[in-house]
């Protein structure tokens, strides 16, 4: 037996999302049955909704910043209990065997993984995502969130926290490491606070100095602007760790002469157009150019613990179901700061 609830979808890769409703599976054994009180935007909600990153299959339901309380749980399951408050993020479900799950690392899961939306769930429907009344997950999925962090500000945490979590974690990112982050935008201004909390010295690459002040208020050392040529004559070879939240193409070769020796920069935002960069300036300073997904379940119920501990939250403006489309629009034209986060009471 499924259960109908409201939700907000496109029909379309064109038209905008409408009120719809959706089924959600009967529980199994593992799963557990979600109340979601608040949705995250993802400009990665965007992308897939219109058919920019790949065809998708319509209607289509997005939103993998999801978190909410346990309404019921399934006859097995251990790790929660009704009432708990929980979060879901970008995945739902992995093979669970190979060694990259054993790990906790079900986001480079070697079979592939169920993505929260746009996959293929386990009784083969198409997954439908968090802008909606209520959702079923596997335990193994659904993160725990600490009574430390208000609800209406965790959504974006399950996606740009663990984002930037992930790849200063696994770079080492610390007291005495100098952390630079191109963007300043949904993703970079959570790994600026992240960073910071670190022990890391922080330098934000952005544009313009439209943010500074912002950039600064979160925890930056230093702002710079790249379109000022003098940021890349002044600071070559000078960052251990480069993250790059942006997703449109820039010059690599002038970002990699900003590392230091065994420097790495790597891309979290996922331009279209293929990477060029001249192979003697990795060569000459041991310096890396690497990609980083979202985060496993281990490394995103640590940034939870982490951001509850060091008090670290996203900005967000709290938005109704009604405003979405609006929203949308907003964050292609970069006009929020920084990131929508949709009251599910709204969806009816």
């Known amino acids: 037996m499924t259960t109908t ?17 959706i089924e959600r599976r009967d529980l199994r054994p593992h799963d557990v049955l979600i109340d979601i009180d608040y949705a995250g935007i993802c400009h990665s909600d965007i992308h897939t909704l219109r058919g920019e990153w790949g065809e998708i299959a319509y209607p289509q339901v997005v939103g993998h910043e999801i978190v909410g309380h346990v309404a019921a749980v399934g006859s097995e399951v251990t790790k929660h209990k009704v009432g708990d408050r ?66 209406e500000k965790v959504a974006p945490l399950l996606c740009a926290g663990v984002t930037l979590y992930a790849p200063l974690k696994h770079w080492n990112a610390g007291p005495g490491t100098k952390v630079a982050i191109i963007g300043m935008g949904g993703l970079g201004h959570v790994g600026v606070k992240l960073a910071h909390a670190l022990g890391a010295e922080v330098t934000v690459l952005s544009r313009t100095l439209a943010k500074k002040d912002d950039g600064l208020a979160f925890g930056a050392d230093h702002y710079f602007a790249t379109e000022d040529p003098a940021t890349f004559a002044d600071h070559q070879a000078e960052y251990d760790l480069i993250l790059s939240t942006v997703s449109a193409g820039i010059d690599y070769d002038a970002y990699v002469d900003l590392l230091a020796v065994d420097g790495t920069l790597v891309l979290l935002g996922a331009p279209t157009d293929a990477l060029s960069v001249t192979p003697m300036k990795l060569i000459s300073h041991r310096r890396s150019i690497a990609g980083s997904a979202n985060g496993g379940i281990v490394d995103t119920q640590e940034m939870l613990d982490f951001c509850a501990q060091h008090d670290v939250l996203p900005e967000t403006e709290l938005i109704a179901a009604d405003d979405i489309n609006a929203a949308y629009k907003r964050v292609v034209d970069s006009d929020v700061r920084y990131r929508f986060v949709i009251d599910a009471m709204t969806f009816g």
């Open 5 to 21: 609830v409201n939700a907000y979808g496109a029909i379309s890769a064109t038209d905008p999302l409408e009120p719809m409703t």
């Open 86 to 151: 929980v979060g879901v993020g970008c995945e739902s479900g992995s093979c669970g065997q190979c060694e990259q799950c054993a790990k906790g690392e079900e986001v480079y899961c070697l079979k592939g993984n169920i993505q929260t939306y746009a996959g293929v769930d386990v009784d083969g429907t198409i997954t439908q995502g968090g802008y909606s009344q209520a959702t079923v997950i596997d335990e193994r999925f659904v993160l725990s969130v600490p009574e430390a962090l208000p609800l």
